[in-house]
């Protein structure tokens, strides 16, 4: 017997190691790739426009939320409230900073299908599904919205 021909039993066939290998750098370059690449979410589908909101800063810490179109007042977020709405617009407004973009521009929120929620930055192109971060947060950001027609109702509404 030659010794090509003696097989320890125990031994993994060369093919199935470089199979085993390839598959293992295809997933690592998948998931590279997939932290690196854009995240876009589609526009919204429903026709209807999606309601440009304003965050403006207050005395004492507070946050107005306003209607970018009309000016109305939706609600002021005191200190302390408003947690996931404070936090999710930290960030877009840091890309804005990263990309030099000023305070002017205002933000987008829609409901683009049953149980979603999108906040939409217009002047960095960054979009956040909402309904990602749960539901109650999600519709920290929905009561802001109104009613899907008609215009836009003034509202006291303050986070939990």
């Known amino acids: 017997m030659t010794m090509a021909a003696r ?4 031994s993994i066939p060369t093919p199935v190691l470089a199979a085993a290998a390839a ?3 295809f997933a690592i370059g998948a998931a590279a790739f997939g932290r690196h690449a854009a ?8 026709g209807k426009p999606a309601r440009a909101l304003l965050f403006v800063d ?4 507070r946050v107005q939320v306003r209607d970018a179109v009309s000016g109305v007042a939706l609600a002021v977020l005191e200190p302390g409230e408003g947690g996931f709405v404070r936090s999710t617009l930290r960030s ?3 890309e804005r900073r990263r990309q ?4 002017g521009p205002p933000f987008e929120v829609s409901i683009p299908g049953p149980g979603q929620v999108l906040l939409a930055d217009p002047a960095t192109g960054r979009r956040v599904p909402l309904e ?4 109650t947060n999600a519709a920290a950001f929905a009561r802001f919205i109104g009613e899907p027609e008609g215009p836009p109702k003034e509202a006291s509404w303050k986070a939990r």
């Open 58 to 61: 207050l005395d004492g810490g």
């Open 92 to 94: 877009l407004v840091r």
């Open 100 to 103: 030099g973009v000023g305070d």
């Open 39 to 46: 995240h876009d979410v589609p526009a919204p589908s429903t």
């Open 7 to 10: 097989r320890d039993p125990e």
């Open 132 to 135: 990602a971060f749960g539901p």
């Open 23 to 25: 598959l293992l750098a």
